[in-house]
């Protein structure tokens, strides 16, 4: 496992965001527009990253190799995302309230630029990368390999989403941040699990009935 103290620090860095997430909702909130966090939710994140200068303590955070990427997320996204969207169907088949329909370009965009990749940066990034910097344990081997850093960066996904939007079904996403973990530990870039968190994005939006 990672040391004691960079398992803290990870906390803490995490506790602290949420912190500032939350304000930020409650703010939102307050003033009667609780839809403004989706957008200022994507500033927290990143700032979040550069404030600790991650390079400086040698994380690296980068999308990888293009090739290799787009052909984990394929390879491995698609069949596992298919598995999480009809789970998240069965367990919640009523559509939740979202915006109305936008044009689909813009709708790809917006999922991958101002949500998977925001959340892939300081999860699969920063938070990932620092517990792996100390001590990469792997966990399971077989088809795929779990690390100690995959799963404690895809618990603390989990718990943000469930905080942000406190819903027991909102716990689900600890098996996509899984598999969003694997293929930045198989690909060692970010676009691979940015691709896939995009493509989940999206499929649960069609599911709701938009596309």
Not at 144 to 168: E, K, Y
């Amino acid at each position: 496992m990672p040391t004691r103290s960079s398992t803290i620090l990870v906390f803490a860095h995490f506790a602290a965001v949420m912190i500032v997430l939350k304000g930020l909702q409650w703010a939102c909130h307050v003033a009667g527009r609780p839809m403004l966090l989706a957008s200022l939710g994507p500033f927290v994140w990143l700032l979040a990253v550069l404030f600790t200068r991650p390079n400086r303590r040698g994380v690296e955070i980068d999308l990888g190799p293009v090739k290799t990427g787009i052909l984990d997320a394929l390879l491995y996204g698609a069949p596992a995302i298919g598995l999480y969207v009809l789970g998240y169907w069965l367990l919640r088949p009523v559509q939740m309230p979202s915006p109305a329909p936008l044009d689909l370009v813009v709708i790809v965009a917006t999922y991958v630029f101002a949500n998977a990749a925001p959340e892939e940066i300081y999860f699969r990034g920063y938070l990932q990368g620092r517990l792996a910097l100390d001590d990469e344990t792997i966990l399971r081997t077989g088809p795929f390999v779990w690390t100690n850093s995959i799963v404690i960066s895809a618990a603390l996904f989990a718990l943000a989403h469930f905080i942000l939007v406190p819903q027991p079904i909102r716990l689900m996403t600890f098996f996509p941040g899984l598999l969003f973990g694997y293929l930045r530990f198989r690909s060692t870039g970010l676009l691979a699990p940015i691709l896939a968190h995009a493509a989940a994005n999206l499929a649960l939006y069609a599911l709701q009935g938009h596309v």
